[in-house]
């Protein structure tokens, strides 16, 4: 990037789909958004930045004055935002273990981004991963960035201020930096709250504002530096950047292209779908996976539609496969996202094949361990469920005279388990189920195996 590393002659250029970013994310956080905003110079010298000063906004940001809802418990908090502004992104330094020297990468530098000042509204290090979370959904729903704070994507720096209990002003405040991850950000906080408690209590607090580096490996904060006030970086309006002006019809068109944002969305599914909000909260926390969901509720409605006459069964039946719908895709898929470090971006099973399975675990095509099997041969292969039921043999035995003889030749051979449970011992019945369980492969539906067995030993 000539203009970054402040090559002759090389001038900048305003990045419009970064300024569009901008404003949507400012809609997003209901930020009034200011019609005439302007890029300022911060002057300062460091390895990272070449010409000596980066293109920032001081008093004219794009937005100010917005809120991002929380849920700490039960309680649901306002955080306030004070402003919304651009900036360009510096040079990132590598620092090769082991050696005396550092390199400098010049690839992001000059990337446009928007940073996110928050009010002094959180208050326990719980509180600051939380406001994180929901802050990188709400960018992943705008999809304006993946938001991965690993990659770098999403950067966070943190200051805090202790005060006594009673007390209502603010003291000299700290900033963190180098936080890698939400668990980061949240263990230093409480490693920073720790270690400026025993200053008060030693009657010395921090009495000059400082910037403080987060070594994550080691779990403690060292000095870097005092913090610079605003008057340090010299600031003046960028030169070489015209002002930008929205007019209202500007903004509302912007404003159009807000989707549903994730706390719409979970209280949409948890009003319409019937699913409790901490289920709704779980599937929200990716939009790929709501929108999965909903995709596979909508196929199975339209099958209950197909397959039912009277509107109250439609209803009662529709209730049953959303919650189990909530159930294979909360727990099994979960589980087999989290075991193979997929993202759900990449799932190669679709709403249609989703739908299918639960379908075939409802109507006892299939018990829940055979559809555990299946679905790992879904994710795995993008596969067919029919198609993977057929190939393995994993059809439920529905003919009762073989699930008989099944159960007749189990209680013939365990005859101490027999006697056990007609003495009162109900876990005699669960292994004499696991039996035949284990008699028919598993193609037997458990609830007809137990009362099959439980008529038998009467």
Request: charged share 30%; net charge negative.
């Amino acid at each position: 990037c000539p203009v970054c590393m402040g090559h002759p002659g090389t001038l900048p250029v305003t990045n419009e789909q970064a300024v569009d970013h901008a404003l949507l994310a400012a809609l997003a956080l209901h930020c009034e958004i200011n019609e005439h905003s302007k890029f300022d110079r911060k002057n300062y010298f460091y390895p990272d930045l070449p010409k000596g000063y980066q293109i920032s906004q001081l008093d004219q940001p794009i937005g100010e004055n917005g809120r991002l809802i929380i849920t700490v418990g039960e309680e649901r908090r306002r955080i306030g935002i004070t402003r919304l502004h651009i900036e360009e992104d510096a040079a990132k330094l590598v620092h090769p273990k082991g050696e005396n020297y550092s390199l400098v990468d010049f690839n992001r530098a000059g990337t446009p981004l928007v940073e996110i000042v928050s009010e002094p509204d959180l208050k326990t290090p719980e509180e600051a991963k939380i406001f994180l979370t929901e802050l990188k959904l709400l960018m992943q729903y705008l999809n304006i960035s993946d938001a991965d704070m690993e990659k770098g994507h999403l950067r966070c720096d943190a200051n805090i201020s202790m005060r006594p209990k009673s007390d209502k002003q603010y003291y000299t405040k700290t900033e963190i930096k180098n936080m890698n991850s939400f668990r980061g950000v949240e263990r230093a906080l409480a490693y920073e709250i720790d270690r400026q408690s025993k200053l008060w209590q030693a009657g010395n607090p921090p009495k000059e504002q400082t910037t403080r580096r987060w070594l994550d490996d080691k779990g403690v904060t060292v000095e870097e530096r005092i913090k610079e006030e605003a008057n340090d970086y010299r600031y003046f309006p960028e030169p070489d950047l015209a002002p930008l002006h929205f007019t209202e019809d500007y903004i509302d068109e912007i404003g159009e292209n807000l989707p549903e944002l994730p706390d719409e969305k979970r209280k949409r599914l948890h009003m319409q779908l019937g699913i409790t909000y901490s289920q709704a909260v779980v599937l929200c926390s990716s939009k790929t996976i709501a929108d999965f969901f909903e995709d596979t509720v909508t196929e199975l409605k339209a099958w209950v539609k197909s397959q039912q006459g009277k509107s109250e069964l439609e209803e009662k039946t529709q209730k049953k496969l959303v919650q189990m719908s909530v159930s294979w895709i909360t727990t099994e898929l979960f589980k087999l996202l989290k075991e193979s470090q997929q993202d759900p971006e990449d799932l190669k099973i679709n709403p249609e094949n989703m739908a299918e399975l639960v379908k075939m675990v409802y109507s006892d095509e299939i018990n829940s361990s055979a559809a555990q099997q299946v679905l790992k041969v879904m994710f795995e292969k993008g596969s067919d469920p029919s198609q993977v039921v057929d190939e393995n043999n994993l059809k439920q035995i529905s003919d009762l005279s073989e699930i008989e003889m099944n159960v007749d030749k189990i209680v013939k051979e365990n005859k101490e388990a027999v006697a056990s449970y007609k003495a009162g011992k109900d876990k005699a019945l669960q292994f004499l189920v696991g039996q035949v369980m284990k008699e028919t492969k598993g193609k037997v539906n458990p609830k007809v195996a137990t009362e099959l067995l439980t008529k038998k030993m009467k």
